[in-house]
């Protein structure tokens, strides 16, 4: 008998399996890809650790959930300044004042604040009501346009008009010139990869892989053997989409091996255009500087494009879509998993939320005190 089987081998899962191994209990963990780690997953590519599931640059405000990540892992001093490119113009995110000198030629703080409360006035907005007014009452329409509504239209598959605002209030606006992306106290990259991360936390427990604890049979067998379940995949997926599917973006990737040191100079670039297909190309070895963990430079590159999709059967459930329509229907889920006593929820999928990572450390904590562990 095991006191927690715990549904997925991602940061939820690993950092809850640590704190109940910690407190003694007894934890299985279930995986149904072929590796640990869900969507934080890097690979060793010859030297370059590849981000398989998209970028991940860790950043917090949170000083516990700091102190507790680097117990497990060393993290680099990695800061993250995407470059955008919209019909080969470059843009320096995220919206600070080289983006508004480039755009407008402004040169002061006063003149960046001004041109923007104009282009605000002009669209009349007052009390932005979804993502399209969000924007333009935050950075003006000439930034809209050019930086954001191609590579959102494109991300989402809906309209700005038909998103929410809290998508785009991700971002910084910056009347300073700083180019970091976010507005975190800590920020890095595991050096020696996230997967390595996720195995010091797993530290001593049990995993099986390729193991989909939906599988009926599977799932009969699995809930006899454990006196609590957490579970961090799709919430309606757990349901049996018996209310109706929830509906989330997938991202498909494209990635290859490049015999040249330096492709773009940087980890990442946006493609904010609406007519190029993908949304950012990714250099991974930039993560780390161009150096592998033994302090190496690689003169190979390794890049990867991102194309978003709308979710279907079979794929990853990258994003979860926190429109309306899907709120609604997400509240009726989780007022039946409130229903199942013996099963915590937890995570991106198990949460149906927008989650970054220290988010979901944090959740995962949170759980486990519930928990008394
Ligand atoms: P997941 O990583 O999705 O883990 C869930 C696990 O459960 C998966 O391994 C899955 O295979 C497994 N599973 C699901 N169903 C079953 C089942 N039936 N049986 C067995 N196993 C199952 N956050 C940041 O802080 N910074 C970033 O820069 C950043 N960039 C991102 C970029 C992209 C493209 C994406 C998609 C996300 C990004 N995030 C970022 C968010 C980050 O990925 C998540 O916050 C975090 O990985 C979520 O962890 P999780 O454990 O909730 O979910
Ligand atoms: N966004 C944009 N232009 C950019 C980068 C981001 O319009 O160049 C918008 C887009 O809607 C995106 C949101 O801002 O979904 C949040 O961006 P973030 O980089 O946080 O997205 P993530 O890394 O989570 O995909």
Known sequence: MYDYLIVGSGLFGAVFAQRAKAAGKNVLVVEKRDHIGGNIFTKDEDGIAVHQYGAHIFHTNDRKVWDYITRFAEFNRYTNSPVANFHGELFSLPFNMYTFHKMWGVVTPKE???????????????????????????????????LIKGYTQKQWGRACKDLPAFIIKRLPVRLTFDNNYFNALYQGIPTEGYTKLIENLLEGIEVRLDTD??????????DAMAEKVVYTGCIDAYFGQRLGALEYRTLRFETERLEVANYQGNAVVNY???????????????????????????????????????????????????????????????????????????????????YDMDAVIAEALLAAEKEGI
């Open 112 to 146: 960046a604040a001004e041109k923007i409360k104009e282009q605000r006035e002009a669209a009349g907005i007052t009390e932005p009501k979804n993502l399209e007014e969000q924007a333009i009452s935050l950075v003006g329409t000439d930034i809209y346009e050019k």
């Open 213 to 222: 604890y939906l599988d009926p049979a599977t799932k009969q067998e699995l």
């Open 272 to 354: 904010t255009d609406a007519e190029t297909p993908y949304t950012r190309i990714i250099e991974h070895k930039w993560f780390t500087f161009g150096k592998t963990p033994e302090g190496e430079e690689t003169s190979h590159t390794i890049i990867s494009r991102e194309y978003p999709a709308e979710w279907k059967q079979g794929d990853e459930p990258y994003y979860p879509v926190n429109d309306e329509k899907n709120s609604a229907l997400y509240a009726e889920y989780k007022a039946l998993a409130d229903e199942e006593k013996k099963v915590i929820f937890g995570g991106r999928l198990g949460q149906y939320k927008y």
